[in-house]
């Protein structure tokens, strides 16, 4: 279980979604749980981007609320808005 935990604005995320931070989105690598509109919780990983070492989100297998099969994906991340911190977009699909 991780100690930072990030909001998605949705029940699952996909290109332009939104995760926020109660404080600062972390800028090191390490665990997060991300918690879902509908209530689901998901640690996942945020790691080094492969070739220009941005942290990239790497979310693994899981079953929605709603009981929709997810795959394991990794997303890029990117700020949402310059004076919000605690709020990053996902960016495109890494695999």
Known sequence: MS????????THLYRG???EARDAVPAD?????????????VDA???PGEQDGALTLAMPAH???AGQDIPAKRWQLAPAEADAPGVVAIGKRLD
């Open 3 to 10: 100690d930072t935990v990030l909001h998605a604005t949705n």
């Open 17 to 19: 979604a939104r995760l």
């Open 29 to 41: 690598p390490g665990r997060v749980r991300i918690v879902f509109d509908d209530g689901l919780e």
């Open 45 to 47: 990983d945020l790691v």
């Open 63 to 65: 079953r929605t609320a």
